[in-house]
């Protein structure tokens, strides 16, 4: 089955203790995305990928890290996460065609708490 | 700041009747706009999209309306069902860095049966 995947789906954490949430597709995806989504705010784009060891700043990448080191996996890191940085999160992943994205697919996202 | 404004925050309609949300874009030159619906508890999939050579496109219950000078677009979902019910999200990707798509504040749609 098609589809993006993300760990964990909840997670409760202190501020300062660093932390990955993995997203994984299966897709032969090129192009990757980090989103938060916030109330009234929407999704905000924290990073983005098109393809291996090429990485980009969206909207909100402040207290965020990214890598790409294979073309499936794409994973968030927070080195120090503070409570603003609590949110849904959600990876979303996208053929490249013609030069431009297709439609994105997003994971089941992943709700974070930062005490 | 948003670059693309989306209304209402929230709608509530009878069953049979029509959704309308509307979406608005400044500034930047955007050339593909696509609709998301998020259920409660899954990730947003793709609904409907539009490119900005058209001025309308449908699908089934779902159409969008896409205004180029007026910088407006808008998704009308005709004879709402309770399984419409859902947040639905306009996006707009920018023609100068696609891999940026621009989502609105989502707007909240509950059918009434």
């Known amino acids: 089955e098609a589809q993006v995947t993300q760990n964990p789906r909840y997670l409760i954490t202190v501020t300062g203790k660093k932390l990955t949430v993995t997203c994984s597709q299966n897709m032969n995806h090129e192009y990757m995305s980090w989103y938060r989504q916030d109330p009234g705010l929407g999704l905000r784009q924290i990073y983005y990928s098109m393809n291996v060891e090429v990485t980009d700043k969206g909207d909100v990448p402040e207290g965020y890290k990214v890598s790409r080191k294979e073309k499936r996996n794409f994973p968030l890191i927070l080195e120090s996460p503070s409570p603003n940085q609590t949110s849904l999160y959600f990876c979303?992943?996208?053929?490249?065609?013609?030069?431009?994205?297709?439609?994105?697919?997003f994971g089941p996202g992943t709700r974070l708490t930062v005490l | 700041q948003q670059q693309v404004k989306q209304s209402p925050q929230s709608l509530i309609v009878q069953k049979g009747g029509i959704s309308i949300i509307n979406c608005a874009y400044e500034n930047t030159a955007f050339d593909y706009f696509p609709w998301y619906q998020q259920f409660p508890g899954k990730g947003p999939a793709l609904l409907i999209a539009?490119?900005?050579?058209?001025s309308e496109k449908k699908e089934g219950r779902f159409t969008i309306s896409f205004n180029k000078s007026a910088k407006q677009f808008s998704l009308h979902i005709m004879d709402s069902q309770p399984g419409d019910s859902a947040t639905y999200f306009c996006a707009a990707q920018p023609t100068d860095s696609w891999g940026k798509l621009q989502f609105g504040a989502g707007t909240q749609v509950v059918v009434t049966p």
């Open positions: 979303a992943s996208s053929l490249i065609l013609a030069g431009s994205t297709d439609t994105q697919y």
């Open positions: 539009i490119r900005p050579d058209v």
